[in-house]
Every structure is written in C-alpha cells, then in structure tokens.
C-alpha cells in the first residue's frame, strides 16, 4: 500500500472542499472496498477525507419518505423495522450483500458507490478501460463468466456489484449530494451510474468532491410487496449471479403496477421497465411471468462464458414474482 494522508472531516462543507481541493484525494468511510482497493494498488488515493465524524448516520421517518443517512451501516439498515415493514426487498437485498462483519462497516453511501468486482479491474497488470482508460479491456476475450449482459460496450462489460442498489432502484430512490461550492441536488438512483459505452472509467455522474449525504425512499405504500431474490454459486458472502427486485400493486387479482430491478447480470442497477409492462393489467400465471422475464433480458448480449446468465437472469426474475405473489396467499 501507498503512502497516504488522513484527514478527519468535521463538516459536510468540510470535506467537500478538502476533496476537491485536493488532487487524489478521496472520501473514506466503512472501508470495505477502497481500503481492499489500495492494498492491491488499484486505487492510490494521496488523501484519505473520513466522513464518519458527520451527522449522517440516522434514518428518520418523514412525509417525502425514509431519509437513509449516508454513513448509516448496512446492517442497522437492514434491520430497521421501518425499513423491513415498508420496503422488505431493501431489507432482503441488504442481509443478502457481503458478510456479517462486513455489513456492519459498510455504508449506505459506499455502497452505492463500491467498485465493480471485475478481477481484470482488480488486476493492475491487465487491461482494463475502468481502471486505465484507453488499455483495453481484458474481460472481452478472457474469463468472463461473471461479467454483465445488459448495459455493455465494446470498452466495458464489467458488473456492478450492489444488491442494495437493485433495491433501490425500484423504489425510485433518489441520492442526495452536496458539492464543493456549497450546492445540493437530488438524483435519481437510476440516473446517479453511467453505462460504460466509450468512457467506463466515469462511473457516475457525480462531480469531483461531491458527497452523497443521504438516500431518501419515497413514501410507496405498495412497496410492503416486495423481494428480492439472489442467486449465487454459495449461500454467504458471494456476488450475485443474477438477482431481481420485484414489487407487485394489486386491484382486485390484477396487476395494476409492476416494479422490477436485475443485479448481477448488467453494468448498473438495471431497472427492468418494459418487462414491467408486460405485467400491468394482467393476471399473475407462470406464462406471463414468462414473458415479463424475456422481456427484462431483451437485448442482453452473451460472450463467451456467460451466456448463461440470460437464461438464470430469466429465471431468477419468474421465481422472485411467483415467491411474491405465493407470499399474499
């Protein structure tokens, strides 16, 4: 590891400043990945800025919805009864990320904002447009089996890593940042990641300094019909092969609203909406499950080892509707 300097923040405004003031510098939190990061020196930060000193680790309850502090640990997030009651896939998606010890370092901001898993980013002796942009990209033509078939480019195909980000996502959460010179502003959790297309080494739209201080979940009051499904090649501490979000609104025994998200088979969490509307309206039956999964999967490009992963992806997205619609009885 690099030499580093450490700076304990003390205001939002703070370390705002600090990190765009300051070349490499970079915001630490829980740690889990970019400490990981720096130990292989694939990120060199010449600056460490720690926020957890801020006052963003609450979660409150208010009328435009759950405020989701940025420093709030993954494991009080998951177990927070407003969070399992009102919105059990973000529940399910959080208990369902990482390990015990590591669930209880992470951060709601850091895990929007983790790095992607791809081994050839993690490598520094392969090419990799994420990492050093203009180099390549390994994963094309390498082992690629867990790489993404959704949102890819000829310069990128690596996964994003988040469960809790799929979660999100069909809870049109929204990221609430501060920047340098003082501003704020909210961003969709859907528009806040970027596809790779030509430049993968920008992952998000977020500017240099810029510190998302808290998530804030909409008040969705069908959002209690909800889950999420991970499938993975271990029970415990493994990445998503493929994952679904899926949230029902119910008149009657119809559909009247359909969410669903995909993890682990796309670049970005990948909110599924055309196959979204292959639900609303219909009857919930295995058939028009069926058809909401190839829907989700429209477009999904294969390479050589993971092409599986259309058909898991498929899959995954029908066994989570018929697990939620088996839940109401």
């Known amino acids: ?19 765009g003031g300051t070349p490499q510098a ?46 709030v640990r993954n494991s009080e997030l998951a177990w927070h009864p407003e969070v399992r009651t009102r919105f059990p896939a973000l529940s399910e998606a959080v208990l369902a990320g990482a390990s015990t ?55 990128c195909i690596a996964v994003h890593a988040s469960d809790m980000c799929v979660a999100l996502a069909i809870f049109d959460a929204i990221v609430r ?70 949230a029902l609104r119910f008149d009657g025994d119809v559909i009247a609203e359909a969410r669903i998200g995909l993890g682990g088979v796309a670049t970005k969490p990948w909110r599924a909406r055309d196959a979204e509307a292959e639900l609303a309206g219909q009857r919930p039956s295995p058939a028009l499950f069926a058809v909401a999964a190839d829907a989700a999967l429209a477009g999904a490009v294969a390479r050589r080892d993971n092409g599986f992963k259309i058909e898991l992806g498929k899959r995954t997205v029908v066994r989570a509707l018929t697990e939620l619609v088996a839940r109401l009885g």
């Open 1 to 19: 590891m690099k030499p580093f300097a450490y700076l304990a923040g003390t205001s939002v405004d703070g370390v705002t400043q600090a990190v």
């Open 26 to 71: 970079m915001f630490f939190a829980g740690g889990t990945t970019l400490v990981d990061l720096m130990k292989i020196d694939v990120l060199t930060p010449a600056v460490l800025v720690d926020v957890n000193r801020l006052p963003l680790d609450r979660i409150t309850v208010e009328d435009d919805g759950l405020h989701l502090g940025a420093t």
């Open 101 to 155: 010890q590591l669930r209880n370092m992470a951060t709601t901001g850091g895990n929007i904002m983790q790095r992607t898993r791809c081994p050839y980013y993690r490598d520094v002796h392969a090419a990799c447009n994420r990492r050093s942009p203009g180099s390549g990209c390994d994963a094309i033509d390498g082992v690629n089996r867990g790489h993404a078939v959704l949102g890819t480019s000829d310069h």
């Open 177 to 246: 940042t501060r920047r340098p010179d003082g501003t704020s502003r909210d961003i969709p959790l859907v528009d806040l990641h970027l596809l790779p297309d030509t430049t993968p080494e920008r992952e998000t739209v977020l500017d240099v300094g810029e510190l998302i201080t808290e998530v804030i979940v909409p008040p969705l009051p069908w959002a209690t019909c909800s889950h999420y499904l991970k499938v993975r090649d271990r029970a415990s501490y493994e990445f998503a092969l493929a994952s679904a979000a899926v």
